[in-house]
């Protein structure tokens, strides 16, 4: 349990996760989907400040100010939050990629890529629907 009484997101059954994801959140964040090209909801979100969070469980993912426009049809930072993510290498549907996780919960985020803009050159690809903004 948490300081909160939530049981910790690390311990939550299978059924747990379905019963607090919509279907597609599910897909995304439980079973490393990826959502369409240019159909999430934070593609085109630019906001000045914020944050981006884990949808799953509320741990702050991404600063506002690190999100850019990459083109590449998902929304891109150049920085995460180093506590917050973990990587692991990716060799589904035949390729080679860094994954992205949520390090609280180990939800499947999208990737990171080596062609980002300075200052760390990194462009991670986030799956919209892994995130929620908050502006506070």
């Known amino acids: 349990m948490s300081e909160t009484g939530e049981r910790d997101p690390a311990e ?14 599910y897909r995304v964040l439980r079973e490393s ?9 934070y593609v085109d979100h630019h906001p000045d400040d914020g944050e981006y969070e884990c949808r799953a469980c509320g741990t702050v993912l991404f ?8 083109g590449c049809g998902w929304p891109a930072f150049y920085a995460a939050e180093e506590e917050s993510v973990t990587t ?4 589904s ?17 999208g990737h990171v890529f080596d062609d980002g803009p300075e200052p760390t050159g990194k462009r991670f690809c986030i799956n919209s629907v892994a995130m929620e903004y908050d502006d506070e």
């Not at 939550?12 to 959140?25: A, G, K, P, Q």
């Not at 959502?35 to 909801?41: L, T």
């Not at 692991?88 to 060799?91: C, F, I, S, W």
């Open 12 to 25: 939550l059954t299978d059924e747990e996760w379905r019963e607090r994801l919509s279907d597609e959140e």
């Open 33 to 41: 989907g990826t959502e369409a090209k240019f159909s999430g909801e």
């Open 63 to 70: 600063e506002a100010e690190t999100k850019f426009e990459s």
């Open 88 to 91: 692991t290498v990716d060799t």
């Open 93 to 109: 549907h035949g390729m080679r990629r860094t994954e992205v996780r949520c390090a609280n919960c180990d939800s499947h985020l």
